[in-house]
């Protein structure tokens, strides 16, 4: 049960990293960048469209398994119409975040986590079987890095409580 409760953890926060690591400051820059622009324009950040952030997942995976361009035109459909969801559930999220009861943040996660194996289902139709199984390799690497930031931030929380 704790591992299915990573899991769950671990895909939205791929999905949470992967639309926080493409922010941007308003000039363009990569967040994190200095800019020579007043600190207010720096600190001010936008999120990527699910267009810009599709775009981004299909270079990655073009680059990665090496995709045709029949390949990266149907990749690119698949990684948009989802992109496209995840935007719509971090909506909902934000709108109602505090408003959410124990019941409803478990539906949006069996919803969330729902989505991603749709995904994948519809990857596993374009992608040959060589390059599915190289992206579930990525894909769990992924998915293990952000457990073991997960980790270390609740490690680091639990020494901040009992300091």
Known sequence: MEKKIKFLLATLM???TISLSAQTTQSGQPTGTKSTQSTQQSTQKKSMTP???AQKETDKMTKSLTLTAEQQ???QAINLKYAQQRNEHMQKMKE????????QKKQMKANMET???AQDAEFKTVLTSEQYQKYLT???SKV???EQKVEKGVDKEV???KK
């Open 14 to 16: 791929l999905g949470v």
């Open 138 to 140: 990525n894909k769990e």
């Open 96 to 103: 109602s975040k505090a408003a959410m009861t124990e019941d």
């Open 144 to 146: 293990k890095k952000i």
């Open 159 to 161: 020494d901040k409580i």
């Open 51 to 53: 267009q810009e952030i």
């Open 115 to 117: 989505s991603a194996n």
């Open 73 to 75: 035109t149907k990749i």
